[in-house]
Antibody, heavy 117, light 107 residues
Framework: EVQLVESGGGLVQPGGSLRLSCAAS????????MNWVRQAPGKGLDWISY????????YYGDSVKGRFTVSRDNTKRSVYLEMNSLRAEDTAVYYC??????????WGQGTLVAVSS | DIQMTQSPSTLSASIGDRVTITCRAS??????LAWYQQKPGKAPKLLIY???SLESGVPSRFIGSGSGTEFTLTISSLQPDDFATYYC?????????FGPGTKVDIK
């Protein structure tokens, strides 16, 4: 069974930093690209980053470009999201999502990031 | 970026009803479109990919169609488990985008 478990969310002040982790199991992790998608409270879905299976290619949404960095460690079956210069509008549930030919076929349960003073 | 719209934003329906949700793209995306179902407090679940292909394990009452800029998700006979919010998602480009969602609630 595919499992994606996010961690690292919490309350952070504006301008602060946070690192999210996603631990994967139940599939051949190193052969799949991964994404992060977020959802602000009561709002829709917002794709924010993509990382290829090897980690050599990354893409970001305009709202996080230059502030967020995605990485992965295939030996640890994990993907990470380093978030800097956090703003109130980054408050959201952050989902780790498996990428199957650019379709988001499996989602984690999400981790909540709240940016507030 | 490709903009996605959905209509209606909310839909009230009864058990057994045939329900149709429309998704439109701001430019042609061929058939690179997926549909997801999300229930409150839960992660989205993939229903349909490539506009009309049913994800494994998803009931056959979920039917996707369309190509280019206009797509539909039809639930042929609404069941109690189907009350949820539905999102379309285009993956034609390296900047994927979602529609704003359609909430299906009980009439």
């Amino acid at each position: 069974e595919v499992q994606l478990v996010e961690s690292g969310g919490g309350l952070v002040q504006p301008g602060g930093s946070l690192r999210l982790s996603c631990a994967a199991s139940g599939f051949s992790f190193s052969t799949y690209a991964m994404n992060w998608v977020r959802q602000a409270p009561g709002k829709g879905l917002d794709w924010i980053s993509y990382i290829s299976s090897s980690g050599s290619t990354t893409y970001y949404g305009d709202s996080v470009k230059g502030r967020f960095t995605v990485s992965r460690d295939n030996t640890k079956r994990s993907v990470y999201l380093e978030m800097n210069s956090l703003r109130a509008e980054d408050t959201a549930v952050y989902y780790c999502v498996r990428d199957w030919n650019f379709v988001f076929d499996h989602w984690g349960q999400g981790t909540l990031v709240a940016v507030s003073s | 970026d490709i903009q996605m719209t959905q209509s209606p934003s909310t839909l009230s329906a009864s058990i057994g009803d045939r329900v149709t949700i429309t998704c439109r793209a701001s430019q042609s995306i061929s058939n690179w479109l997926a549909w997801y179902q999300q229930k409150p407090g839960k992660a989205p679940k993939l229903l349909i990919y490539k506009a009309s292909s049913l994800e494994s394990g998803v009931p056959s009452r979920f039917i996707g169609s369309g190509s280019g800029t206009e797509f539909t998700l039809t639930i042929s006979s609404l069941q109690p488990d189907d009350f949820a919010t539905y999102y379309c998602h285009q993956y034609n480009s390296f900047s994927p985008t979602f529609g704003p969602g359609t909430k299906v609630d009980i009439k």
